[in-house]
């Protein structure tokens, strides 16, 4: 156990030790989200949900300064309602939640000017 630990601060020691500034970033992406429904009236009864995004992305750096950044994501986001239920009488049945789920695929392209020069840790 104590031979893998210092196995792997030696490999991560080294490498930052022995290399250049980096041109090419890239990682992956993701995390919880509180998502709703926006527009018109009736949307206005929808209730907020949490939900989960993710995805990879690709970062170049033109100078320490400037870089462009893109990626592919996937986005899940929706709402839920509860409406009351009622026979042609007009009496109330119960409830009815009612779940709405949109999955979407996204391609963003980000300019970027950092205003500090990045540091490494180790």
Wanted: aromatic fraction near 12%; glycine fraction near 12%; proline fraction near 4%.
């Amino acid at each position: 156990m104590h031979r893998s630990i210092i196995f792997c601060l030696l490999l991560f020691t080294s490498g930052s030790t022995f290399s250049q500034p980096d041109k090419f970033d890239m990682g992956i992406e993701g995390g919880p989200g509180v998502i709703s429904l926006r527009g018109n009236d009736q949307l206005k009864k929808h209730k907020s949900r949490i939900s989960y995004s993710g995805g990879i992305f690709f970062q170049y750096h033109f100078t320490k300064l400037i870089s462009i950044r893109t990626g592919m994501g996937y986005e899940r986001k929706g709402s839920v309602i509860t409406q009351p239920v009622t026979d042609n009488f007009g009496y109330p049945m119960g409830d009815l939640t009612t779940r709405s789920n949109f999955h979407y695929l996204t391609l963003p392209l980000l300019a970027g000017q950092h205003l500090a020069v990045r540091s490494t840790i180790l």
